[in-house]
Every structure is written in structure tokens, then in C-alpha cells.
């Protein structure tokens, strides 16, 4: 199965984007090609730690393209093989619901109007980074279909490890997120951050940006 990367980027601060302005990056990831569509968009109680492709809702929500209107958990694991350390060490526990999905980018926004934003976690599910973008897929070395992204919009601050192994001991240092984007990976050519991604972000967050990775 091999180690897999989840990587965030962040303002420096824990602050929640006004909702137009999520939308507005949310519709600029898509625009400047570095993530295809469709768009999922879920609401509830999320993990900002939870692995990407394993067990999370965003991943749920992205594999299995269930309706409008379905509630979705947490993989549930096996009483001896549960973890209570706080994740991403240990198990995530998130429920959400399915607010919306589509194709067209620019649906997201009314869909975001009628969301729970600010009260409820809430966030938008990509299906893959958009490797037809030279320098995406420079990037990442090749194309991998299943590098999803995610954007969060958090009701209360959570906070995320600046480097960590998911099967090493908790600890470290964090940093607090409302407003961030995490995406996953296998390969990649460097240790930096997407380039394309930073340059939407930086638009949307400021200049002062914070990056940060889990493994395993």
C-alpha cells in the first residue's frame, strides 16, 4: 500500500473566511485548473486529522458518490484494533451530512449559502488534483487519480501537527485552523507545497502561509 502524505496549508491565524470568501476560493481552485471536479459538499461534525483516503467522510463522500441528503460516519474498526490517541494517531470520529454534489463549479456557491457555515463544520471534497496543469502534475511526478483535496471551513478552531508520522508517538508542534486545505498524496518531487496551490491560497489567505504534513 506504500505511505501516504496528507498536507495542509493554513493562514497563520484560526480564522473562519467569511463564506463568500470560502466560495471564492473554492471556485478558484477549480478556475486556475488545480482540482477537477465533481465537488462534494458535507456538513456535521468533521476531523480536520482525518486521513483523506482512509477512513474519512471526505473520502467516503468522494469513493462512493452516495446522495444528496446521506448521512455519513467514521469507519468504525474493531474493538482490540481502536486507537484513542488523538488523531491523526488515533481514530477520528466524524458524522456529516451530504449537502450538496456536482460538476459545475460555480454550483457550489448557492449550495453554500444554504449550509450550516460557521456553525456546523463544514467542507468541499475534490476528486482529484487537476494533473492536465503542467505543473501539477510536475509536481507529483505523475498522474495519481486518487489525490483528492479538501477544502474546511471549521465551526471552532482544531489543530493540526506540522510533522508527524500517523504511527509514531502524539506530540509535536501544531497549529490552530478554522479556514485550511489538505491534500493527499503518494509521490511528490519535492518537500515544498504545490506551487499552483500556494499561489490561489496566498490570494485568499494572505502571503504568510503555514504548511504542514502527516504520514503513514
Same mark, same amino acid.
Given at each position: 500500500?506504500?505511505?501516504?502524505?496528507?498536507?495542509?496549508?493554513?493562514?497563520? !491565524?484560526? $480564522?473562519? =473566511?467569511?463564506?463568500?470568501?470560502?466560495?471564492? #476560493?473554492? @471556485?478558484?481552485? &477549480?478556475?486556475?485548473?488545480?482540482?477537477?471536479?465533481?465537488?462534494?459538499?458535507?456538513?456535521?461534525?468533521?476531523?480536520?486529522?482525518?486521513?483523506?483516503?482512509?477512513?474519512?467522510?471526505?473520502?467516503?463522500?468522494?469513493?462512493?458518490?452516495?446522495?444528496?441528503?446521506?448521512?455519513?460516519?467514521?469507519?468504525?474498526?474493531?474493538?482490540?484494533?481502536?486507537?484513542?490517541?488523538?488523531?491523526?494517531?488515533?481514530?477520528?470520529? !466524524?458524522? $456529516?451530512? =451530504?449537502?450538496?454534489?456536482?460538476?459545475?463549479? #460555480?454550483? @457550489?456557491?448557492? &449550495?453554500?449559502?444554504?449550509?450550516?457555515?460557521?456553525?456546523?463544520?463544514?467542507?468541499?471534497?475534490?476528486?482529484?488534483?487537476?494533473?492536465?496543469?503542467?505543473?501539477?502534475?510536475?509536481?507529483?511526478?505523475?498522474?495519481?487519480?486518487?489525490?483528492?483535496?479538501?477544502?474546511?471551513?471549521?465551526?471552532?478552531?482544531?489543530?493540526?501537527?506540522?510533522?508527524?508520522?500517523?504511527?509514531?508517538?502524539?506530540?509535536?508542534?501544531?497549529?490552530?485552523?478554522?479556514?485550511?486545505?489538505?491534500?493527499?498524496?503518494?509521490?511528490?518531487?519535492?518537500?515544498?507545497?504545490?506551487?499552483?496551490?500556494?499561489?490561489?491560497?496566498?490570494?485568499?489567505?494572505?502571503?504568510?502561509?503555514?504548511?504542514?504534513?502527516?504520514?503513514?
Amino acid at each position: 500500500m506504500g505511505t501516504w502524505t496528507d498536507a495542509f496549508i493554513a493562514p497563520p !491565524e484560526p $480564522a473562519l =473566511l467569511r463564506p463568500e470568501a470560502f466560495g471564492r #476560493l473554492v @471556485v478558484e481552485l &477549480a478556475r486556475e485548473r488545480v482540482v477537477r471536479t465533481p465537488w462534494t459538499l458535507v456538513a456535521g461534525k468533521l476531523c480536520v486529522n482525518a486521513s483523506l483516503n482512509w477512513g474519512s467522510v471526505s473520502g467516503q463522500a468522494r469513493r462512493d458518490r452516495p446522495p444528496v441528503g446521506t448521512v455519513l460516519r467514521s469507519e468504525e474498526y474493531p474493538e482490540d484494533l481502536r486507537d484513542d490517541d488523538p488523531p491523526p494517531w488515533g481514530d477520528s470520529h !466524524e458524522e $456529516a451530512r =451530504l449537502l450538496a454534489s456536482g460538476d459545475a463549479v #460555480l454550483d @457550489v456557491l448557492p &449550495a453554500l449559502r444554504a449550509a450550516p457555515y460557521g456553525v456546523e463544520d463544514v467542507a468541499v471534497v475534490f476528486d482529484r488534483m487537476d494533473f492536465g496543469n503542467r505543473a501539477v502534475k510536475d509536481y507529483f511526478r505523475f498522474e495519481d487519480r486518487r489525490t483528492m483535496l479538501v477544502c474546511f471551513a471549521l465551526a471552532h478552531p482544531q489543530h493540526r501537527p506540522l510533522s508527524a508520522h500517523d504511527c509514531g508517538e502524539p506530540g509535536g508542534p501544531t497549529h490552530p485552523v478554522r479556514t485550511c486545505v489538505v491534500h493527499t498524496f503518494k509521490h511528490a518531487s519535492g518537500d515544498g507545497a504545490v506551487p499552483p496551490l500556494v499561489s490561489v491560497l496566498a490570494r485568499c489567505f494572505g502571503p504568510d502561509l503555514v504548511s504542514g504534513k502527516t504520514w503513514g
